[in-house]
C-alpha cells in the first residue's frame, strides 16, 4: 500500500486533480455568480400578476409577490421554523408613503387574483395599483365604463408617448441649442467687456465695441426664439394634461392620475405568456435607451452606458501610446542595469497602489494644476466658473490611465520579450536598421501581447469607482460628452458611470428595497458591457496571433 501510495504521488495525479477541482470551484464561484445577478437583474422586468391578500383583521391588501422568507418565532428553539411572510409591493407610495410591506402568512386569509386589476407605471411616484373609476378630460367629457376606458387609454398612450418625444426634442435640442448659443454668446460679452475696460479712456473707440453690439443684438434674438420654445413647450404640457383618470386603490381610495405621466398601462392577471413576454422586451428596451428617473431607481442607464464606453475608449486612446513607448524604451533601447530594474520595480509597485490615491493624485495634479493653468490661459472669460479645472471625461480618463499604465508596460514587455531573437537579428542582418526593425518586425509581432495589456486595462478601468468620484462621475448629468455642439466632442463634461451608478442606487437610494432589482440589473450590465469590450480586444489579438504566427504570448 505504501509503494501504491509513493508510486501514485510521484506521477503527479493527485497534484492534477488537485489543480482540476480548483478550477471547477473558481468556474463554479463565477458562475453561480453571474447567474445570481442575471436572476435577481431581470426579473425585475416581468410583469408579474397582482394578488389581492385579506387579511384576519379584515383588511385587503394588494400588490405584487416580490420573496417569501421563513423566520424563527422570537425565544423559541434556535432553528425551529414557526413563521412564514411574503413581501408584496404594494406601490402607490403617494398614497400610502411606502412601496413595499411584508406580511405574515398566519395573518392571511383568502388571496385572490382580479383581472381588472390595472397596473400604471408613472414618470413620477413609481408605480400604482388600482382599478378603473372614470376617465375625463378637460372639455368636461367623462367615460366610466371600464371597457370603453380601457380602449380609449390604450389607443391614446401611443400619441400621448409621441407628444413627450416632441417634449423631449424641444427641451434638450432645441431650447438646449439655443442656451448653448447664449452662453457662449456671454462669455463673449464678459471677455470685450473686460477688454473695453481695459482700454477705457483713450480717444480713439476700440473694434471691440462694435462687436459687443453685434453679440448683444444676436443675444437678443436668441432670447426672444427662447420664449417662443418657451410657449411651445407650455402649450405641449398642456395638452398632456387634457386627460385625467381616476383610480380606485384596493382599500377604497381614488387617486387621480395623469394620462400623460403615464409610461406603460397593463392588467397582468389578465395577460398570457407571450403578452407578458412583450412587456417584458419592452420594459428591457425602455432599461437600454431612456434616461432615468426617481433617484435612478426608475427608468433607463443609457447616459451611464455611454458614459462607461466613452470613458473607457478615451482611456485606452491615452494610456496606450504611454504604455507601448515605455515598454518598447525599457526593452529595446534602455541600458540593461541597476537603474532600469529600480524602474520595473517602481512600475510593479505602482499597481499595487489604492485606486483612491490615484484619484487624489488626478484631482490634485489634472484638475486643480494642468486643468486650472488651462483655464487661466485658455478660457479667462468663463473665469471664475471652470472649464477644465473641475472634473470632466478627460481627467477621469488621464486618472484611470495613469491606474492601468503598469499593467500595459508589464504586458507589452511580454509580448515583445516573446518575439524570438533571430527574427531580429534576421531583419538586422537584411539590412533594416533598428527603427525599422521595431516598427515593421518587433511591433507587429508583439501585437498580441500588446492588446493583452489593453485588455487587462479595460478590465480594470470598467469597473472602478472611487477614482471617478472626484475626478468627473455624477449622480446624473443633463448632457452627454458628445453630442451635435462644436467641437462635437466635449472632454470637459461631467459624465455617469455604471459603476457609480450601482453604488448610488444601492447605498444612497431612499427606497431600499425597489433599489435592489435596478442594483442587480446594472450590474449585470456592467459586466455584460466589460465582456464584450473584453471579447472585441480578444478577437483582435487573435487574429493578429494567427497573422504574426511567430509571436508567442
Known amino acids: 500500500m505504501t509503494q501504491w501510495f509513493n508510486k501514485l504521488f510521484r506521477n503527479g495525479e493527485p497534484f492534477i486533480w488537485l489543480t482540476a477541482a480548483a478550477l471547477v470551484i473558481s468556474i463554479m464561484m463565477v458562475g453561480g455568480l453571474l447567474v445570481l445577478i442575471m436572476f435577481k437583474g431581470l426579473g425585475i422586468f416581468w410583469p408579474s400578476d397582482l394578488v389581492t391578500v385579506k387579511l384576519k383583521s379584515g383588511s385587503i391588501v394588494m400588490g405584487q409577490k416580490i420573496q417569501r422568507e421563513v423566520i424563527p418565532e422570537p425565544g423559541s428553539v434556535a432553528g425551529t421554523v414557526l413563521k412564514q411572510r411574503i413581501l408584496l409591493k404594494v406601490a402607490n407610495r403617494d398614497v400610502y408613503g411606502q412601496d413595499f410591506r411584508w406580511i405574515d402568512e398566519s395573518d ?4 385572490q387574483y382580479p383581472k381588472d386589476a390595472v397596473v400604471f407605471e408613472r414618470m413620477e411616484w413609481g408605480d400604482f395599483y388600482g382599478f378603473l373609476k372614470v376617465k375625463r378630460d378637460s372639455g368636461g367629457k367623462t367615460i366610466d365604463n371600464q371597457r370603453q ?63 459687443l453690439d453685434s453679440y448683444r443684438a444676436e443675444t437678443a434674438a436668441l432670447e426672444k426664439k427662447y420664449h417662443e420654445k418657451e410657449a411651445t413647450l407650455a402649450e405641449l404640457y398642456n395638452r398632456l394634461k387634457e386627460s385625467v383618470i381616476v383610480v380606485d386603490t384596493i382599500d377604497g381610495r ?4 395623469n394620462e400623460g405621466g403615464i409610461v406603460r398601462i397593463y392588467k397582468p392577471n389578465d395577460l398570457g405568456v407571450f403578452s407578458k413576454a412583450w412587456i417584458y422586451a419592452s420594459k428591457l428596451l425602455d432599461f437600454l435607451v431612456d434616461d432615468p428617473r426617481e433617484a435612478n431607481t426608475e427608468g433607463g442607464v443609457f447616459p451611464a452606458i455611454f458614459g462607461t464606453v466613452f470613458m473607457v475608449l478615451v482611456m485606452s486612446v491615452i494610456v496606450m501610446p504611454f504604455g507601448v513607448l515605455a515598454a518598447l524604451y525599457l526593452k529595446e533601447y534602455a541600458k540593461q542595469g541597476l537603474i532600469v530594474r529600480i524602474v520595473r520595480i517602481c512600475v510593479n509597485n505602482l499597481a499595487g497602489v489604492p485606486s483612491m490615491v490615484f484619484g487624489v493624485f488626478g484631482l490634485g495634479f489634472f484638475i486643480y494644476f494642468i486643468g486650472g493653468t488651462v483655464d487661466k490661459f485658455f478660457f479667462t472669460d468663463a473665469l471664475p466658473t471652470p472649464t477644465f479645472g473641475t472634473g470632466g471625461v478627460l481627467w477621469a480618463s488621464f486618472t484611470l490611465a495613469l491606474l492601468t499604465l503598469p499593467v500595459v508596460i508589464v504586458s507589452t514587455e511580454e509580448g515583445l520579450a516573446a518575439v524570438p531573437n533571430d527574427v531580429k537579428l534576421g531583419s538586422l542582418s537584411l539590412g533594416a536598421n533598428k527603427f525599422e526593425t521595431l516598427v515593421h518586425v518587433i511591433i507587429p509581432s508583439a501585437l498580441p501581447g500588446i492588446l493583452t495589456g489593453l485588455i487587462l486595462a479595460i478590465a480594470r478601468a470598467a469597473g472602478e469607482v472611487a477614482p471617478l468620484m472626484i475626478t468627473g462621475v455624477v449622480k446624473l448629468a443633463p448632457n452627454l460628452p458628445l453630442d451635435g455642439h462644436f467641437p462635437f466632442v466635449h472632454l470637459e463634461r461631467k459624465f455617469m458611470h455604471l459603476g457609480f451608478h450601482i453604488y448610488d442606487v444601492g447605498f444612497q437610494s431612499p427606497n431600499v428595497e425597489s433599489a435592489k432589482p435596478m442594483v442587480f440589473m446594472t450590474t449585470f450590465l456592467l459586466i455584460l458591457i466589460v465582456l464584450v469590450l473584453n471579447l472585441a480586444a480578444i478577437w483582435t489579438r487573435n487574429y493578429l496571433k494567427k497573422k504574426y504566427s511567430m509571436s508567442t504570448i
Open 108 to 111: 392571511i386569509d383568502s388571496m
Open 149 to 211: 376606458m380601457w380602449t380609449s387609454m390604450t389607443s391614446e398612450l401611443p400619441g400621448l408617448h409621441h407628444l413627450l418625444d416632441a417634449i423631449k426634442k424641444v427641451e434638450k435640442i432645441e431650447i438646449g441649442d439655443i442656451n448653448f448659443r447664449i452662453e457662449k454668446l456671454r462669455l463673449k460679452i464678459h471677455g470685450l467687456e473686460i477688454e473695453n475696460a481695459r482700454t477705457y479712456g483713450t480717444a480713439k473707440i476700440p473694434e471691440s465695441l462694435k462687436r
Open 254 to 257: 381614488s387617486k387621480e392620475i
